[in-house]
């Protein structure tokens, strides 16, 4: 087994609050009991059941009309992640990740011994798919191609074209698409998991980022039974069950699905019409994300984040995700703070 050495979860934990306003997170602001409309005496202390309450796995496969035998629960959409691909994967075999990208999901394959090969989205093509490589890649060898859908830390969205490249990959050559889709509700209307268009991509996402309950800790997948099975060996493995507090909160949720979106989206659409304008009179080259609350322009030295922390605004450096002439900003805050930070970062690109 090999460590790994790319830190960004370490950065986030230890260094994701400094400064005196923060634009790193990538999460609308979490919700209480009462914004959730969910009285905690409701909730069991012990309910059992194997892989999940069987009431969540039907309500989360009939938001999309998929069966319930589709629907895989874990702990968090990282566990859901791994749990599918360790299932698929074998020691050697090839795996294919984005750059820029959220490079935790491929760090954790490092354990299983898997060979990581990189492809790049490239912000001259606003992130779109490089299709040929792909191809070469697959037909190479690789097995498994891990995405972010939308794609953090741009928010660009696969296009319809891209979407359908994927499933005639899939198609053609066997090879399996796990997408991370924790992001995707961001999108209105949500379109829904990609797994809708071929049984090789593997849908994943939980309650982490849209939905304001990122401590429910849950996440689920949507694929085919016989991935499914393969996913439930690894977690029998990796933990014994999934918390039935999370699973009756997530249910709650589930129910209250739309209106957590239409908050969600609310955040991000009032956080852009400040961010867009201000990227634009700066002079700041970016790709416009297709929804979520994270940009990713590119800066004029790859000092900048250090040196906006110094002006007190914390940015996520672009390193992190492969990219080190570009930061991350969030801006899903409360509009006047995020003013604010904006007018201090002023300084700084003076
Ligand atoms: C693409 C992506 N997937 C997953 C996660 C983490 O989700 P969870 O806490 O449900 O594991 C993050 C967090 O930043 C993320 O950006």
Redesign the pocket.
Known sequence: MSLSEIPYMRWAKNHAHDGQVNLTQ??VPALDWEGLGLDPRQIELFHYSRYGDPGLLQDIACRWSLAEEQVFLAS????V?FCFAAGLLEPGDRVLHESPG?F??VDSLSMLQVQPVSFERRFADGYALPRAELREQVAAGVKLILL?HLH?PTGAALSESDQAFLADLCDSTGVFVLS?E??RPFLDPDPGPLHQLHPNIISVM????VHGL?QI?I?WGFAEPGPIDRARRILDSTTVHNSCLSDQVAMYAVGQMDRLERRARGIANAGWDIMGPWLERNGFDCAVPAGGLVCFPRVPSPTFAERALEAGVNLTPGHFFGAESHVRIGFGMDPAQLSNALQLLESVIE
């Open positions: 990538s999460a968090s959409t990282t566990h992640h959220y935790p999901l972010t953090n991370d924790i992001y939980g309650l982490n980022k990122p800790r996440g």
